[in-house]
């Protein structure tokens, strides 16, 4: 026997007894997509790392350590590093905006996207080499309305999901006039405590000072006296702020400010934030994330648009919702259709078809097992209903696998007597 193969590291298989609860978390993320009138938009799984380096920053973790680079079989060792699949969609919906020349539409343009991402990452739970995101953005929209919308979008996303107690952390770390003045009182700041910093939070004082502050093992100390962002923005970046902040208040979305929170990504401009479960803000337990990017479209060569918008993780939300109980949505209560005539194939299939025309979930026995042997099946199955094939095709017998009562009655009159 030869040696069975297992699924990828960082990886994990949808497994049938999963897929209820990825349904829901799935159909209310298109749901709210539709009803919040955004448009659907799709790009390709692998783009030029070029893509991402320049987008999501050369020092970002996602470029840095996790980029998952895929070639083709002949390539040479430099073509190995042109393509890497999506960590993220961000940077790959602004590139498709780019190049379509999507400024001349009616905007702002509403877009979302779900599905996989992959960050050659060091697999834990809650952190996965391929992960699926809801990603919401709005391109061509200043804010700060807007602002506010994605962070209440986001937050009723996870109401719906039947989630308690979701937080919005929030900062704003400024923009290209104020960003520069407040990262120089950082690096000087930290620069004179480099030896309370981790190594990796050295390096970074160098090429990305910013990421020292969400450094999970940086000294609280630190940490408590280093300079915030928000003492640092001009006065359009504190006024934006405000006005995002009052909006949210007056549509009692639960928020709190966090001065730390400056993201992984470099894009990020202004307004930034991420959804936790209150009180469990550990570095895998961001349920989403996002913020403005006003600054990304002129990065990737387009002309200067504002942007923002969220990436909401399904696998954590759909663990969250595990955790915290929440029954997934109930689906359509199952049929069996089995026979008491062994040969019948023909007739159960006619039906099912019947059935499953008029709106109905079904689900035929094709074995030649006694009707008790098929009736046991299905209730082990987890079918509400039986619908029996006699000899006659047209009248059956409907069976209440929980009640144990049945009654004969015409196959066409089946949906409505179950409905
Ligand atoms: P992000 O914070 O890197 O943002 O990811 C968003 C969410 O994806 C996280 O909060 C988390 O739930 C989930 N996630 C990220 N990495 C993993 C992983 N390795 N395993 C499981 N889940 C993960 C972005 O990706 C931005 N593109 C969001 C955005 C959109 N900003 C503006 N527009």
Excluded at 17 to 35: F, K, Q, T, V, Y
Excluded at 251 to 261: A, F, K, M, N
Excluded at 276 to 297: E, I, K, M, P, S
Excluded at 399 to 411: F, G, K, M, N
Aim: charged fraction near 30%.
């Amino acid at each position: 026997m030869s040696r069975p193969i297992s699924a990828p590291r960082g990886t994990r298989d949808l497994l049938p007894e999963d897929g209820a609860a990825w349904n829901h978390a799935e159909a209310i993320a298109r749901d709210l997509s539709h009803r919040y009138a955004f448009d659907r938009i799709e790009t390709p799984l692998f783009e030029r790392t070029e893509l991402f380096a320049r987008g999501l920053g050369e020092a970002s973790d996602a470029v840095e350590k996790e980029m998952f680079r895929v070639s083709g079989p002949t390539a040479s060792e430099e073509e190995r590093a042109e393509w890497a699949l999506r960590p993220e969609p961000t940077a790959g919906i602004i590139r498709a905006f780019v190049e379509h020349g999507m400024y001349v539409r009616p905007g702002p343009l509403r877009v979302w996207m779900l599905g996989p991402m992959f960050r050659y990452d060091r697999p834990q739970a809650g952190r996965y080499r391929q992960f699926t995101q809801w990603d919401v953005e709005v391109i061509g929209d200043p804010g700060p309305m807007v602002d506010a919308e994605v962070i209440e979008l986001g937050h009723r996303y996870f109401a719906e999901l039947g989630l308690t107690d979701v937080v919005a952390y929030l900062n704003s770390i400024g923009d290209a006039t104020c960003r520069p003045g407040y990262r120089a009182a950082l690096v000087e700041y930290l620069a004179a405590r480099q030896d309370r910093l981790t190594d990796d939070s050295r390096r970074r004082l160098r090429t990305n000072p910013l990421r020292v502050l969400d450094d999970k093992d940086l000294d609280p100390e630190v940490a408590a006296g280093a300079p915030r962002s928000v003492d640092h923005l001009c006065d359009a970046c504190r006024a934006h702020f405000d006005t995002v902040r009052g909006l949210l208040d007056g549509l009692g979305v639960r928020y709190e400010l966090d001065h730390r929170l400056v993201r992984g990504l470099d894009y990020y401009t202004r307004t930034t934030f991420e959804f936790f479960v209150a009180g469990r803000r550990g570095q895998q337990q961001a349920l989403g994330g996002g913020g403005r990017y006003d600054g990304l479209a002129e990065l990737l060569g387009g002309r200067p648009t504002p942007g923002i918008g969220f990436g909401i993780g399904i696998d954590r939300s759909v663990l969250a919702a595990a955790e915290q109980g929440v029954e997934a949505a109930v689906e359509a209560p199952l049929v069996a259709v089995v026979s008491s005539e062994a040969g019948e194939l023909g007739l159960r299939l006619a039906a099912a078809a019947t059935l499953r025309a008029a709106g109905l979930r079904v689900r035929a026995d094709g074995s030649t097992r006694k009707l008790g042997k098929q009736l046991e099946s299905a209730a082990k199955l987890g079918a509400r209903w039986a619908v029996i094939i006699g000899d006659d095709p047209g009248t059956v017998i409907l069976r209440d696998l929980d009640e144990h009562t049945q009654r004969e009655l015409p196959l066409s009159e089946v949906a409505a007597a179950i409905g």
